[in-house]
């Protein structure tokens, strides 16, 4: 997994390749919309200009739906990162973040929100897989450091399972949109990965919840991991294995209203993920009260102890749960 060292190393190769970046995109032509037809000329280059500029692919982060009709999840199992949130009425919404494999399909894929914009500046521009968005939000994800994928603009990488019932039963191929995985190099989250920090208390359950969600794990020596309960119902993969991430954080952080509604007139929360707070990190049956700080949209968020040393993740796959801080 990606250490602390590799992500500076990462961000250093980002200012010197700047320029080249810039010369890449110069030639291109109007940046085009999202929700446009055919595959527009976003504006960012072709995908071999942006690779060759930043020196590499970068991550595909795809929003997912988590609506007890959309379950169980496909390839939720295969991301390096799972990030919850609180979308409208209460209820919740993921967002998966692929780097070091790529599942065959992910989904079902939902629309994507103005918050996903400020947590996905902390990689290279990554490719935000999502099946829409709010018609006021598309101009700000037109112009956000990112490659945006929609079944508009890349229709034979996404398909309806007529099994299930819509909108949730959208699915990617990720292969069609993104031809490798980037490699763990790519996950400038800020995360380090090793032994695990002294103390902790023994936990064997965390839950946290939201108006209309709830997000339960459950220690499991067996699966040396997190179970994981949405909802109330234990959450496996299509194939019916059990999720069982290795490190879960409950991040408490801001949530407040944006500037954007539904179309029943809910207002969506907006999730600050920069700034600072406490958290809650479980890793081999154990809970430690951590401070979290992330002071740039660009930078990674730092987890450490009251003393400032920095905290170490379980090896595996991370879920990050954003709760309302009180």
């Known amino acids: 997994m990606a250490t602390v060292g590799k992500e500076r190393e990462a961000r250093g190769r980002r200012a010197a390749t700047t320029a080249a970046l810039l010369a890449a995109v110069t030639a291109a032509a109007l940046a085009g919309c999202t929700n446009g037809g055919g595959t527009p000329d976003d504006g960012r280059g072709s995908p071999q200009e942006r690779e060759s500029a930043v020196g590499g692919p970068s991550v595909l982060a795809v929003k997912i739906d988590n609506a007890a009709r959309a379950r169980p999840h496909t390839g939720l199992d295969a991301a390096d990162v799972v990030y919850a949130e609180q979308v409208e009425g209460g209820l919740s919404r993921l967002m998966a973040v692929y780097a070091t494999r790529l599942p065959e399909t992910i989904g079902p894929v939902r629309s994507a929100r103005e918050s996903d914009l400020e947590l996905l500046r902390q990689f290279d521009r990554p490719t935000l897989a999502f099946s829409g968005a709010q018609g006021k939000l598309l101009p700000l994800i037109d112009k956000a450091p990112l490659t945006a994928r929609t079944p508009t603009n890349s229709p034979d990488a996404f398909f309806r399972d007529s099994g299930r019932p819509a909108p949730h039963n959208l699915y990617l191929r990720p292969e069609r949109i993104t031809p490798k995985a980037p490699g763990e190099a790519a996950l400038t989250t800020g995360f380090r990965y090793g032994s695990a920090p002294a103390g902790g208390t023994a936990t064997d359950r965390q839950t946290v919840r939201y108006p209309a969600a709830r997000f339960t794990f459950t220690w499991s020596d067996s699966r040396d991991g997190w179970l994981v309960g949405l909802d109330g119902t234990g959450a496996t993969t299509a194939g019916g294995k059990?999720?069982?991430?290795?490190?879960?954080?409950?991040?408490?952080?801001?949530?407040?209203?944006?500037?954007?509604?539904?179309?029943?007139?809910?207002?969506?929360?907006?999730?600050?993920?920069?700034?600072?707070?406490?958290?809650?990190?479980?890793?081999?049956?154990?809970?430690?009260?951590?401070?979290?700080?992330?002071?740039?949209?660009?930078?990674?968020?730092?987890?450490?102890?009251?003393?400032?040393?920095?905290?170490?993740f379980a090896e595996g796959q991370v879920w990050v749960v954003y709760a309302k801080a009180s």
Do not use: C, H, I, M
């Open 242 to 312: 059990p999720v069982a991430p290795a490190t879960v954080v409950v991040q408490y952080v801001k949530v407040r209203e944006s500037a954007f509604r539904d179309f029943l007139g809910n207002n969506t929360p907006y999730t600050e993920t920069v700034g600072s707070g406490k958290a809650k990190v479980l890793r081999d049956g154990r809970a430690w009260d951590v401070d979290w700080k992330r002071e740039n949209a660009e930078d990674g968020t730092e987890f450490t102890t009251g003393d400032g040393t920095p905290v170490n």
